[in-house]
Protein backbone atom coordinates (compact mmCIF):
# COMPACT_ATOMS: atom_id res chain seq x y z
CA UNK A 1 0.00 0.00 0.00
CA UNK A 2 1.00 3.37 -0.73
CA UNK A 3 0.74 5.72 2.39
CA UNK A 4 1.13 9.59 2.71
CA UNK A 5 2.16 11.03 5.49
CA UNK A 6 2.16 14.89 6.24
CA UNK A 7 4.07 16.25 9.96
CA UNK A 8 4.72 19.64 10.71
CA UNK A 9 8.52 18.48 11.58
CA UNK A 10 10.56 15.95 9.88
CA UNK A 11 10.48 12.98 11.91
CA UNK A 12 14.13 11.36 12.04
CA UNK A 13 16.22 9.02 14.55
CA UNK A 14 16.67 11.80 17.10
CA UNK A 15 13.33 13.14 17.52
CA UNK A 16 11.52 12.54 20.91
CA UNK A 17 7.60 12.93 22.25
CA UNK A 18 5.09 12.93 19.01
CA UNK A 19 7.51 13.17 16.11
CA UNK A 20 9.12 10.10 17.50
CA UNK A 21 5.39 9.13 16.96
CA UNK A 22 5.56 9.57 13.27
CA UNK A 23 9.16 8.25 12.86
CA UNK A 24 8.34 4.80 14.43
CA UNK A 25 5.48 4.61 12.21
CA UNK A 26 6.91 5.34 8.78
CA UNK A 27 9.89 3.07 9.69
CA UNK A 28 8.10 -0.07 10.68
CA UNK A 29 5.31 0.34 7.88
CA UNK A 30 7.75 0.82 5.77
CA UNK A 31 10.06 -2.67 7.17
CA UNK A 32 6.54 -4.07 6.37
CA UNK A 33 6.78 -3.81 2.70
CA UNK A 34 4.54 -0.39 2.38
CA UNK A 35 5.85 2.55 0.15
CA UNK A 36 5.73 5.34 2.34
CA UNK A 37 5.63 9.38 1.17
CA UNK A 38 6.19 11.81 3.35
CA UNK A 39 5.74 15.30 2.75
CA UNK A 40 6.87 17.96 5.84
CA UNK A 41 8.05 21.29 7.16
CA UNK A 42 11.84 21.48 8.09
CA UNK A 43 13.49 24.06 10.34
CA UNK A 44 17.16 24.97 9.36
CA UNK A 45 17.93 22.81 12.43
CA UNK A 46 16.59 19.69 11.26
CA UNK A 47 18.31 20.15 7.48
CA UNK A 48 21.58 17.90 8.96
CA UNK A 49 18.87 14.67 8.92
CA UNK A 50 17.05 15.47 5.56
CA UNK A 51 18.92 12.98 3.59
CA UNK A 52 19.23 10.16 6.13
CA UNK A 53 14.79 10.39 5.99
CA UNK A 54 15.47 10.54 2.10
CA UNK A 55 16.75 7.37 1.90
CA UNK A 56 14.23 5.52 4.36
CA UNK A 57 11.10 6.98 2.46
CA UNK A 58 9.70 6.23 -1.05
CA UNK A 59 9.01 10.09 -1.65
CA UNK A 60 10.03 13.19 0.31
CA UNK A 61 8.99 16.76 -0.27
CA UNK A 62 10.13 19.40 2.64
CA UNK A 63 9.40 23.18 2.94
CA UNK A 64 10.48 25.44 5.51
CA UNK A 65 8.22 26.16 8.27
CA UNK A 66 5.65 29.26 7.81
CA UNK A 67 6.77 32.42 9.12
CA UNK A 68 3.94 35.57 9.16
CA UNK A 69 6.61 38.48 9.00
CA UNK A 70 3.85 41.07 7.96
CA UNK A 71 1.87 42.20 11.14
CA UNK A 72 -1.11 43.36 8.86
CA UNK A 73 -1.00 39.11 7.23
CA UNK A 74 -0.51 37.92 11.32
CA UNK A 75 -3.59 40.53 12.27
CA UNK A 76 -5.71 38.98 9.03
CA UNK A 77 -5.27 35.48 9.80
CA UNK A 78 -6.33 35.80 13.98
CA UNK A 79 -8.92 37.28 12.30
CA UNK A 80 -10.31 35.78 9.97
CA UNK A 81 -7.95 32.81 9.03
CA UNK A 82 -8.12 29.58 10.84
CA UNK A 83 -7.73 30.02 14.74
CA UNK A 84 -4.51 28.87 16.32
CA UNK A 85 -2.89 26.93 16.40
CA UNK A 86 -4.07 25.79 13.29
CA UNK A 87 -3.05 29.30 11.41
CA UNK A 88 0.42 28.83 12.00
CA UNK A 89 0.58 25.94 9.95
CA UNK A 90 -1.11 27.38 6.80
CA UNK A 91 0.95 27.18 3.80
CA UNK A 92 -0.48 27.79 0.26
CA UNK A 93 2.73 26.22 -1.73
CA UNK A 94 2.48 23.03 1.02
CA UNK A 95 -1.30 22.92 -0.08
CA UNK A 96 -0.36 22.38 -3.67
CA UNK A 97 2.78 20.41 -3.25
CA UNK A 98 0.81 17.78 -1.53
CA UNK A 99 -1.92 17.75 -4.05
CA UNK A 100 0.75 17.36 -6.64
CA UNK A 101 2.48 14.45 -4.64
CA UNK A 102 -1.42 12.50 -4.37
CA UNK A 103 -2.20 12.57 -7.81
CA UNK A 104 1.38 11.68 -8.81
CA UNK A 105 1.93 8.79 -6.78
CA UNK A 106 -1.75 7.61 -6.51
CA UNK A 107 -1.42 6.86 -2.60
CA UNK A 108 -4.23 5.03 -1.16
CA UNK A 109 -4.62 6.87 1.79
CA UNK A 110 -2.95 10.22 3.02
CA UNK A 111 -2.46 10.72 7.27
CA UNK A 112 -2.00 14.07 9.05
CA UNK A 113 -0.17 13.80 11.96
CA UNK A 114 -0.89 16.55 14.55
CA UNK A 115 -4.22 17.83 14.14
CA UNK A 116 -2.72 21.21 12.44
CA UNK A 117 -1.67 19.46 9.11
CA UNK A 118 -5.41 18.49 8.78
CA UNK A 119 -6.24 21.30 6.22
CA UNK A 120 -4.32 19.95 4.45
CA UNK A 121 -6.54 17.31 3.48
CA UNK A 122 -9.43 19.02 4.13
CA UNK A 123 -9.68 22.09 2.55
CA UNK A 124 -7.35 21.63 -0.24
CA UNK A 125 -8.46 22.58 -3.50
CA UNK A 126 -5.77 20.99 -5.23
CA UNK A 127 -6.56 17.54 -3.68
CA UNK A 128 -7.70 14.38 -5.47
CA UNK A 129 -9.82 11.68 -4.34
CA UNK A 130 -8.11 10.06 -1.58
CA UNK A 131 -8.77 8.14 1.65
CA UNK A 132 -8.20 10.49 4.05
CA UNK A 133 -7.02 10.40 8.26
CA UNK A 134 -6.07 12.73 10.66
CA UNK A 135 -3.42 11.30 14.07
CA UNK A 136 -4.66 13.45 16.51
CA UNK A 137 -1.78 14.08 19.16
CA UNK A 138 -3.39 16.29 21.50
CA UNK A 139 -6.79 17.95 20.61
CA UNK A 140 -6.83 21.93 21.03
CA UNK A 141 -10.27 22.19 21.57
CA UNK A 142 -9.47 20.14 25.02
CA UNK A 143 -6.64 22.28 26.06
CA UNK A 144 -8.25 25.44 25.55
CA UNK A 145 -11.53 24.02 27.54
CA UNK A 146 -8.64 23.04 30.67
CA UNK A 147 -7.73 26.62 30.40
CA UNK A 148 -11.21 27.81 30.37
CA UNK A 149 -11.59 25.66 33.95
CA UNK A 150 -8.41 26.89 35.13
CA UNK A 151 -9.11 30.47 34.31
CA UNK A 152 -12.63 30.69 35.76
CA UNK A 153 -14.26 33.42 34.44
CA UNK A 154 -11.53 36.04 34.70
CA UNK A 155 -11.12 38.61 31.71
CA UNK A 156 -8.42 35.72 30.22
CA UNK A 157 -10.87 32.95 30.98
CA UNK A 158 -13.96 35.02 29.05
CA UNK A 159 -11.36 35.37 26.04
CA UNK A 160 -10.73 31.85 26.20
CA UNK A 161 -13.92 30.94 26.18
CA UNK A 162 -14.38 33.10 22.99
CA UNK A 163 -11.31 31.36 21.59
CA UNK A 164 -12.75 27.89 22.50
CA UNK A 165 -16.00 28.27 20.82
CA UNK A 166 -14.21 29.65 17.29
CA UNK A 167 -11.41 27.01 17.77
CA UNK A 168 -13.99 23.49 18.48
CA UNK A 169 -15.70 24.91 15.30
CA UNK A 170 -12.89 24.72 13.33
CA UNK A 171 -11.56 21.82 14.75
CA UNK A 172 -13.93 19.45 14.78
CA UNK A 173 -15.08 20.65 11.33
CA UNK A 174 -11.91 18.62 10.33
CA UNK A 175 -12.31 15.65 12.09
CA UNK A 176 -16.21 15.45 10.53
CA UNK A 177 -14.68 15.85 6.81
CA UNK A 178 -11.52 12.90 7.09
CA UNK A 179 -12.52 9.15 6.68
CA UNK A 180 -10.98 8.61 10.21
CA UNK A 181 -9.72 10.44 13.54
CA UNK A 182 -6.36 8.28 15.41
CA UNK A 183 -6.11 8.89 18.81
CA UNK A 184 -3.29 7.67 21.23
CA UNK A 185 -5.46 6.34 24.08
CA UNK A 186 -9.56 5.44 24.86
CA UNK A 187 -9.74 8.88 27.20
CA UNK A 188 -8.96 11.07 24.30
CA UNK A 189 -11.16 9.24 22.02
CA UNK A 190 -13.95 9.93 24.76
CA UNK A 191 -13.21 13.43 24.65
CA UNK A 192 -13.52 13.64 20.84
CA UNK A 193 -16.73 12.14 20.97
CA UNK A 194 -17.86 14.31 24.07
CA UNK A 195 -17.83 16.87 21.54
CA UNK A 196 -18.63 14.94 18.49
CA UNK A 197 -20.57 11.86 18.58
CA UNK A 198 -20.64 11.22 14.76
CA UNK A 199 -16.63 10.62 14.21
CA UNK A 200 -15.08 7.65 13.00
CA UNK A 201 -12.69 6.97 15.38
CA UNK A 202 -10.15 4.50 16.37
CA UNK A 203 -7.05 4.25 19.40
CA UNK A 204 -3.66 4.07 18.05
CA UNK A 205 -1.55 3.74 21.02
CA UNK A 206 2.18 5.24 21.31
CA UNK A 207 4.64 2.19 21.42
CA UNK A 208 8.16 1.77 23.02
CA UNK A 209 11.41 0.30 21.18
CA UNK A 210 12.16 -2.26 24.39
CA UNK A 211 15.60 -3.63 22.97
CA UNK A 212 16.62 0.46 22.65
CA UNK A 213 14.93 1.17 26.12
CA UNK A 214 16.10 -1.39 28.62
CA UNK A 215 17.81 -1.77 32.33
CA UNK A 216 21.28 -1.57 32.19
CA UNK A 217 23.11 -4.46 32.04
CA UNK A 218 24.92 -3.42 35.34
CA UNK A 219 23.66 -3.01 38.77
CA UNK A 220 25.41 0.17 39.03
CA UNK A 221 23.52 2.58 41.81
CA UNK A 222 20.68 4.82 40.72
CA UNK A 223 19.99 8.50 42.27
CA UNK A 224 18.05 11.58 42.05
CA UNK A 225 14.80 12.26 40.38
CA UNK A 226 14.25 12.99 35.93
CA UNK A 227 12.00 14.33 34.05
CA UNK A 228 12.32 13.78 30.15
CA UNK A 229 10.47 16.51 27.83
CA UNK A 230 9.90 18.96 24.90
CA UNK A 231 9.61 22.16 26.83
CA UNK A 232 8.06 24.11 23.91
CA UNK A 233 5.10 22.34 24.86
CA UNK A 234 2.95 24.26 27.31
CA UNK A 235 2.33 21.00 29.68
CA UNK A 236 5.57 20.09 30.34
CA UNK A 237 6.43 23.56 31.30
CA UNK A 238 3.28 23.56 33.42
CA UNK A 239 4.43 20.09 35.03
CA UNK A 240 8.13 21.58 35.73
CA UNK A 241 6.80 24.88 37.05
CA UNK A 242 4.16 23.05 39.35
CA UNK A 243 6.78 20.34 40.78
CA UNK A 244 9.50 22.63 41.29
CA UNK A 245 7.06 24.71 43.44
CA UNK A 246 5.01 22.36 45.27
CA UNK A 247 6.49 18.92 45.23
CA UNK A 248 10.15 20.20 45.46
CA UNK A 249 10.43 22.51 48.40
CA UNK A 250 8.89 19.24 50.44
CA UNK A 251 11.73 16.87 49.29
CA UNK A 252 14.40 19.03 49.25
CA UNK A 253 13.64 19.60 53.07
CA UNK A 254 13.39 15.84 54.00
CA UNK A 255 16.07 15.25 51.47
CA UNK A 256 19.50 16.71 51.47
CA UNK A 257 21.48 15.62 48.55
CA UNK A 258 18.36 14.34 46.63
CA UNK A 259 18.97 16.13 42.31
CA UNK A 260 16.16 16.77 40.09
CA UNK A 261 17.15 16.92 36.70
CA UNK A 262 14.91 18.21 33.06
CA UNK A 263 16.11 16.52 30.25
CA UNK A 264 15.22 17.80 26.86
CA UNK A 265 15.07 20.82 24.22
CA UNK A 266 13.97 24.35 24.59
CA UNK A 267 14.37 24.46 28.67
CA UNK A 268 12.82 27.97 29.23
CA UNK A 269 14.38 30.75 31.57
CA UNK A 270 11.89 29.89 34.20
CA UNK A 271 13.64 26.66 34.34
CA UNK A 272 17.23 27.77 34.15
CA UNK A 273 16.66 30.18 36.50
CA UNK A 274 15.72 27.46 39.16
CA UNK A 275 18.76 25.57 38.21
CA UNK A 276 20.95 29.19 38.66
CA UNK A 277 19.08 29.31 42.28
CA UNK A 278 19.37 25.33 43.45
CA UNK A 279 22.23 23.55 42.92
CA UNK A 280 20.19 20.29 43.12
CA UNK A 281 18.10 21.10 40.13
CA UNK A 282 19.77 20.39 36.99
CA UNK A 283 18.51 21.41 33.39
CA UNK A 284 20.28 19.66 30.26
CA UNK A 285 19.02 21.07 26.76
CA UNK A 286 18.66 18.57 24.35
CA UNK A 287 20.94 15.73 24.38
CA UNK A 288 21.79 12.55 22.04
CA UNK A 289 21.08 10.03 24.27
CA UNK A 290 18.32 9.97 27.22
CA UNK A 291 18.91 6.60 28.26
CA UNK A 292 21.83 7.56 30.39
CA UNK A 293 19.75 9.58 32.07
CA UNK A 294 16.75 7.79 32.64
CA UNK A 295 19.26 4.06 33.53
CA UNK A 296 20.92 6.27 36.22
CA UNK A 297 17.99 8.17 37.73
CA UNK A 298 16.23 6.17 40.86
CA UNK A 299 13.20 7.37 40.14
CA UNK A 300 11.62 9.01 37.70
CA UNK A 301 8.44 11.46 37.18
CA UNK A 302 5.44 12.79 35.60
CA UNK A 303 3.82 15.50 37.21
CA UNK A 304 1.45 16.87 34.62
CA UNK A 305 -1.26 18.36 35.20
CA UNK A 306 -2.53 19.68 31.08
CA UNK A 307 -2.70 18.83 28.21
CA UNK A 308 -3.72 14.67 26.35
CA UNK A 309 -2.54 11.90 24.50
CA UNK A 310 -0.51 9.18 25.64
CA UNK A 311 2.89 10.25 27.23
CA UNK A 312 5.64 8.05 25.59
CA UNK A 313 8.38 9.52 28.04
CA UNK A 314 6.85 6.79 30.75
CA UNK A 315 6.93 4.27 28.28
CA UNK A 316 10.66 4.44 27.48
CA UNK A 317 11.18 4.68 31.96
CA UNK A 318 9.36 1.69 32.42
CA UNK A 319 11.51 0.06 29.60
CA UNK A 320 14.34 1.48 30.86
CA UNK A 321 13.86 0.29 34.78
CA UNK A 322 13.39 2.99 36.11
CA UNK A 323 10.45 3.07 39.03
CA UNK A 324 7.72 5.99 37.65
CA UNK A 325 5.55 8.01 39.72
CA UNK A 326 2.96 9.92 37.82
CA UNK A 327 0.03 11.71 38.04
CA UNK A 328 -3.14 9.91 36.60
CA UNK A 329 -3.42 12.43 33.39
CA UNK A 330 0.03 11.08 33.09
CA UNK A 331 -0.79 7.79 32.97
CA UNK A 332 -4.04 8.07 30.57
CA UNK A 333 -3.66 5.20 27.82
CA UNK A 334 -1.37 3.18 29.65
CA UNK A 335 -2.11 0.25 31.52
CA UNK A 336 -1.20 1.68 34.97
CA UNK A 337 -1.84 -0.50 38.15
CA UNK A 338 -0.86 1.71 41.20
CA UNK A 339 1.08 -0.22 43.33
CA UNK A 340 2.11 -3.18 40.92
CA UNK A 341 3.87 -1.07 38.11
CA UNK A 342 3.72 2.50 38.97
CA UNK A 343 2.45 4.93 41.57
CA UNK A 344 -0.12 7.74 41.61
CA UNK A 345 -0.25 10.65 42.64
CA UNK A 346 -2.39 13.95 41.44
CA UNK A 347 -1.51 16.61 45.13
CA UNK A 348 1.81 17.88 45.75
CA UNK A 349 1.71 15.99 49.08
CA UNK A 350 0.59 12.47 47.95
CA UNK A 351 3.46 12.98 45.22
CA UNK A 352 6.18 13.99 47.69
CA UNK A 353 5.37 10.80 49.73
CA UNK A 354 5.19 8.65 46.96
CA UNK A 355 8.86 10.08 46.16
CA UNK A 356 9.58 9.02 49.66
CA UNK A 357 8.61 5.94 49.38
CA UNK A 358 10.74 4.58 46.69
CA UNK A 359 13.65 6.37 48.42
CA UNK A 360 13.08 4.43 51.21
CA UNK A 361 12.41 1.29 49.78
CA UNK A 362 14.68 0.71 46.68
CA UNK A 363 13.00 -2.98 46.73
CA UNK A 364 9.71 -1.84 45.94
CA UNK A 365 11.02 0.32 43.07
CA UNK A 366 13.01 -2.68 41.41
CA UNK A 367 9.21 -4.65 41.71
CA UNK A 368 7.86 -1.85 40.12
CA UNK A 369 9.61 -1.48 37.67
CA UNK A 370 10.23 -4.95 36.55
CA UNK A 371 6.24 -5.46 36.37
CA UNK A 372 6.51 -2.28 34.42
CA UNK A 373 8.46 -3.21 31.59
CA UNK A 374 7.40 -6.50 31.81
CA UNK A 375 3.52 -4.76 30.42
CA UNK A 376 5.26 -2.64 28.21
CA UNK A 377 7.21 -5.23 26.22
CA UNK A 378 4.21 -7.52 26.18
CA UNK A 379 0.88 -4.88 25.13
CA UNK A 380 3.05 -1.62 23.84
CA UNK A 381 5.95 -2.06 21.69
CA UNK A 382 5.83 -0.27 18.35
CA UNK A 383 5.87 -3.27 16.39
CA UNK A 384 2.03 -4.35 18.27
CA UNK A 385 0.79 -0.56 17.56
CA UNK A 386 1.75 -0.24 14.34
CA UNK A 387 0.59 -3.40 13.45
CA UNK A 388 -2.84 -1.91 14.83
CA UNK A 389 -2.62 1.16 12.96
CA UNK A 390 -1.76 -1.76 9.23
CA UNK A 391 -4.95 -3.09 10.45
CA UNK A 392 -7.00 -0.04 10.31
CA UNK A 393 -5.10 1.33 7.16
CA UNK A 394 -6.60 -1.52 5.27
CA UNK A 395 -9.89 -1.70 6.45
CA UNK A 396 -10.22 1.91 5.60
CA UNK A 397 -8.66 1.30 2.16
CA UNK A 398 -11.11 -2.00 1.71
CA UNK A 399 -14.04 -0.03 3.12
Same mark, same amino acid.
Given at each position: +? @? ?62 ? /? ?12 ? =? ?12 ? +? ?18 ? =? ?9 ? /??? /? ?31 ? @? ?42 ? /? ?45 ? @? ?46 ? =? ?8 ? +? ?89
Amino acid at each position: +M @RILFLSPQLPHRRVRSGPAIVYQRIRRLTERGHEVGLACFVSEAEREFEAEVRGEVFRLLTRPR /PVMRNPAQWLWRSL =FGPPRPFGQWRDVE +MMRAVGDLVEEDRYAVAIAE =FSVMGAYLVRN /PWL /PAVRTVISCHGCATVASQQRCDYLGYSPAGLFE @RVRRDRLRRYEFGLYRAVDRVLTLTPEERYQLLSFAPDLRTAVI /PYGVDADYYRPPPDDAPRAGLVFTGYYADEQNRDAVYWFIESVWPRL @RERHTGLTLTLVGPNPTPAMMSYAAKDPLIRVTGQVDDVREYLNRAAI =FICPVRRGAG +MRGKILEAMASGTPVVTTSLGAAGIPAQPGENCLLADDAEVMARQIELLLADPLLGRHLAANARRMVCERLSWDLTVRRLEETLHELVRG
